[in-house]
């Protein structure tokens, strides 16, 4: 079965610190990660994906993503927060046989970026 | 060029009414899917729709079914409502292929009563 843990339910950093939003995976065969924003009261916004290649993904607003095959972890980072980063933040995975199939979400991370 | 647009935003409804929730894809996109998302948890796989059939489902009763249409906008209805019915449902559209990203819409916040 697939499956998404994102470790933390929050995550507290300072503005112009730098940020890291956890994720470990579960899939059968190589796995397609992706990170999308939650800001309140709006639907989800796509971030980043890993399909193949490089391990580290490069997104929008200057986030990226490492991919660890070996931790199976595809952790979110940003070199140095800013207060507008404060949002819900989710992890996602899709077994790269399931084409275009569905997505399996984490719980979400709530970032708090303060001033 | 137009995102996933969803209507109503929200809606009030009654244990045991019908609901029917709209979705228009982004432009181009041939693949609808459906999401639960109840309060403080991810979003949780109802079915997707490509070319007017269902073409994967998770696991939801069978009062969630859904329907596509010949220019790609989506419904998805529930009948018999139940309190945990209650969350925001989103729609997402994309290509059909294994590594396309699925764009989201605003969502309809459901509450039943």
């Known amino acids: 079965a697939q499956s998404v843990a994102q470790p933390e339910d929050q995550v507290n950093v300072a503005e112009g610190n730098p940020l890291t939003v956890k994720c470990t995976y579960s899939?059968?065969?190589?796995?397609?990660l992706f990170w999308y924003v939650q800001y309140p009261n709006r639907g989800l916004q796509f971030l980043l994906k890993y399909i193949t290649g490089d391990n580290l993904v490069k997104g929008s607003y200057g986030f990226e993503a490492e991919f660890n095959k070996s931790q199976t972890s595809f952790h979110l980072k940003k070199p140095s927060a800013l207060v507008s980063d404060s949002a819900l933040y989710f992890c996602?995975?899709?077994?790269?046989?399931?084409?275009?199939?569905?997505?399996?979400f984490g719980q979400g991370t709530e970032l708090s970026v303060k001033p | 060029d137009a995102g996933v647009t969803q209507s109503p935003t929200h809606l009030i409804k009654t244990r045991g009414q019908q609901v029917t929730l709209r979705c228009s894809p982004k432009?181009?996109?041939?693949?609808v899917s459906w999401y639960q998302q109840a309060l403080g948890q991810g979003p949780q796989f109802i079915f997707q729709?490509?070319?007017?059939?269902?073409?994967q489902r998770g696991n939801f009763p069978d009062r969630f079914s859904g329907h596509q249409f010949p220019n790609y906008s989506s419904e998805l209805n529930v009948n018999a409502l139940l309190l945990g019915d209650s969350a925001l449902y989103l729609c997402?559209?994309?290509?059909?292929?294994?590594?396309?990203?699925?764009?989201f819409g605003p969502g309809t916040r459901l509450t039943v009563t």
């Open positions: 432009s181009g996109h041939d693949t």
């Open positions: 899939v059968s065969g190589n796995p397609y």
């Open positions: 996602a995975v899709r077994a790269s046989y399931n084409q275009g199939g569905k997505l399996i």
């Open positions: 997402a559209s994309s290509l059909l292929t294994g590594t396309a990203e699925q764009y």
């Open positions: 729709y490509y070319e007017e059939e269902e073409r």
